[in-house]
């Protein structure tokens, strides 16, 4: 009977010790899953900060160029007389030599007419192509002068070659009247957006921080409105471009 009234009470003593312990264990677990969670939005904040300002960068380049007087002049020329082959040349050597020449990332630039028909480009097959059917052109004539429109990530057949590229489109207007003349897009390649994803824009300026603390698990990608992986996967590469469905919970949030 001492025996088993000494188990019992230490038996007792136990139970609220075994049911501290599972509360202690629960909640360690429970708040490093909600700092692991924490680490996550935080690490999503700041990509999503370098990406907006990069992409703002992206929009305050393209606004620049419709208000360069030669491209307005030449275009307004181009558009009121008879299609001049010297004009277009011209309009195209400024746009090669004098424009895309300041971005490496740039990969053309197009001018299109109201008609929606390119009239000048860093390409010249290019030129003539019909452009009325795509969004970065009718959307971008709706924006009063001095905006400009990101539009969606694609795989781009512009310039010879098949390339992942984000147009940035802005209105282009008469130096005098104001009057819209047309439309200027330029097309960026994807490549410095997944730098930024990956870290590697910072390492290549020289921080300290672009890979540092980056498991090798984590993995930062962009998701477009129809749940399409729209930049390179760490893992799936540029395979995942457009194709890689991602429904996870926190997407569909």
Known sequence: ISTKLSLFTILLALIPLLGFGHYLTSSFEKNLKQQVLDDLVLVAETQEGQLLTYLETLKTRTVDFPSDGFIRDTVNEIITKEKNNKMQEALNHHLIFNKKILDPTLIGI???????????????????????????????????YGKARINDITLSHHFGTEIHTIAISAPLTNKQTGELIGVLVNYYSTGHINH?????HQKMLGALSGLKGRRDTLDIYLVNSENLMISQSRFLGNQAFLKQVVRTPPVQA
């Open 110 to 144: 197009n001018i299109i007419d109201l008609s929606g028909e390119v009239i000048a480009s860093t390409d010249e097959h290019e030129v003539g192509k019909d452009e009325k059917s795509h969004t970065y052109f009718t959307q971008t004539l709706l924006l009063p």
């Open 196 to 200: 930024l994803l990956e870290g590697q």
